[in-house]
């Protein structure tokens, strides 16, 4: 037998492949402080859902058995007498609350459209450009949220009486902006300060204007901020009741929340009515929240990145 042939090893068995370690699915362990917070959550969730469900339950009820005692969940007679009043523009309590509703509609996208429009350039130059007391400037805006609603009230009154437009909605709409303006310039401009200011310098290197490059590519990427921005703005005009109640003496101009007004008389209440309103009244909010739930959770969690 030649000597190379000898000198060849027997091929090896293979090793067996092991067997991938299984992984273990992890038990759901409950700790007392992840009870707590569950507990906390329900709290929570009830303290929202039950005023609800109570005001939905009254609304179905007659006028007679929203007051009794011990008071029911659930009507044995459920009824949408009182929806059918308030949407039915036929009779007088109809038309009123329709007006009420057509006016909050008015004001609130006023106040959310024009608040955009001068938000967005202010917050824009407060995050890119720099001037002179800039800072100061910033923080000064936020002055006004120092202080109370009603602080405001009686200069306000006597400047919307100067300016001959007391009794018209845009006194309510001129008066949202002042509250709603500061809060919003203050969002935005954290949403601004987020985007790489090297996206507009490439765009401007492209033959974009300062303006095409703020169009094209800042706005479409602060979107969520714009609809967080949109929504606290509309919220903010939607409920608001001391200014539309001193300002609006026309029963014509009125809004939703001082027209409910109308439901509570010298001798009695009617509460089906009452809460067959504020459900209606709580419709579009819940509603526009809803279609805008994706942008407005991507608002909440944007700055929690450091671009």
Same mark, same amino acid.
Not at 122 to 140: E, I, K, Q, V
Not at 202 to 216: C, E, K, N, S, V
Not at 273 to 281: C, D
């Given at each position: 037998?030649?000597?190379?042939?000898? =000198?060849? /090893? #027997?091929?090896?068995?293979?090793? #067996?492949?092991?067997?991938?370690?299984?992984?273990?699915?992890?038990?759901?362990?409950?700790?007392? !402080?992840?009870?707590?917070?569950? !507990?906390?959550?329900?709290?929570?969730?009830?303290?929202?859902?039950?005023?609800?469900?109570?005001?939905?339950?009254?609304?179905?009820?007659? $006028?007679?058995?929203?007051?009794? +005692?011990? #008071?029911? @969940?659930?009507? =044995? $007679?459920?009824?949408?007498?009182?929806?059918?009043?308030?949407?039915?523009?036929?009779?007088?309590?109809? *038309?009123?609350?329709?007006?009420?509703?057509?006016? =909050?509609?008015?004001?609130?996208?006023?106040?959310?459209?024009?608040?955009?429009?001068?938000?967005?350039?202010?917050?824009?130059?407060?995050?890119?450009?720099?001037?002179?007391? *800039?800072?100061?400037?910033?923080?000064?805006?936020?002055?006004?949220?120092?202080?109370?609603?009603?602080?405001?009230?009686?200069?306000?009154?006597?400047?919307?009486?100067?300016?001959?437009?007391?009794?018209?909605?845009?006194?309510?709409?001129?008066?949202? !902006?002042?509250?709603?303006?500061?809060?919003?310039?203050?969002?935005?401009?954290?949403?601004?300060?987020?985007?790489?200011?090297?996206? $507009?310098?490439?765009?401007?290197?492209?033959?974009?204007? *300062?303006?095409?490059?703020?169009?094209?590519?800042?706005?479409?990427? =602060?979107?969520?901020?714009?609809?967080?921005? /949109?929504?606290?703005?509309?919220?903010?005009? @939607?409920?608001?009741?001391?200014?539309?109640?001193?300002?609006?003496?026309?029963?014509?101009?009125?809004?939703?929340?001082?027209?409910?007004?109308?439901?509570?008389?010298?001798?009695?209440?009617?509460?089906?009515?009452?809460?067959?309103?504020?459900?209606?009244?709580?419709?579009?909010?819940?509603?526009?929240?809803?279609?805008? +739930?994706?942008?407005?959770? +991507? /608002?909440?969690? $944007?700055?929690?990145?450091?671009?």
């Amino acid at each position: 037998m030649p000597a190379s042939a000898a =000198s060849v /090893a #027997p091929p090896r068995a293979l090793a #067996p492949a092991r067997a991938r370690p299984r992984t273990k699915r992890r038990r759901f362990q409950v700790t007392p !402080l992840g009870l707590l917070g569950w !507990l906390f959550l329900a709290f929570l969730l009830l303290f929202t859902v039950v005023p609800m469900a109570w005001m939905v339950s009254t609304s179905l009820k007659s $006028e007679f058995a929203a007051i009794q +005692q011990p #008071p029911v @969940w659930i009507p =044995s $007679e459920p009824s949408l007498d009182q929806y059918t009043r308030l949407l039915s523009p036929a009779g007088e309590t109809g *038309r009123q609350f329709l007006t009420y509703l057509r006016n =909050s509609v008015w004001v609130s996208l006023a106040t959310t459209v024009i608040g955009l429009v001068v938000a967005v350039p202010a917050a824009y130059a407060f995050s890119r450009f720099t001037f002179p007391g *800039r800072d100061m400037l910033f923080f000064s805006v936020l002055v006004r949220n120092m202080f109370p609603a009603v602080v405001f009230l009686i200069p306000l009154f006597i400047l919307m009486r100067r300016m001959n437009l007391y009794g018209s909605q845009w006194s309510l709409i001129l008066t949202y !902006l002042t509250f709603g303006l500061p809060l919003s310039i203050w969002l935005l401009k954290g949403f601004y300060d987020n985007i790489p200011p090297e996206l $507009e310098r490439a765009a401007r290197i492209d033959g974009a204007t *300062r303006f095409q490059a703020f169009r094209l590519i800042v706005l479409p990427l =602060s979107a969520p901020g714009l609809v967080a921005t /949109a929504i606290y703005a509309f919220i903010q005009g @939607w409920n608001e009741y001391v200014y539309a109640r001193t300002f609006i003496t026309d029963e014509s101009k009125m809004t939703m929340p001082v027209g409910l007004e109308k439901f509570f008389t010298e001798y009695a209440s009617n509460w089906p009515g009452l809460m067959a309103a504020s459900f209606i009244m709580s419709v579009p909010v819940v509603v526009l929240f809803l279609l805008l +739930q994706r942008y407005f959770v +991507q /608002a909440l969690t $944007e700055g929690a990145v450091k671009h």
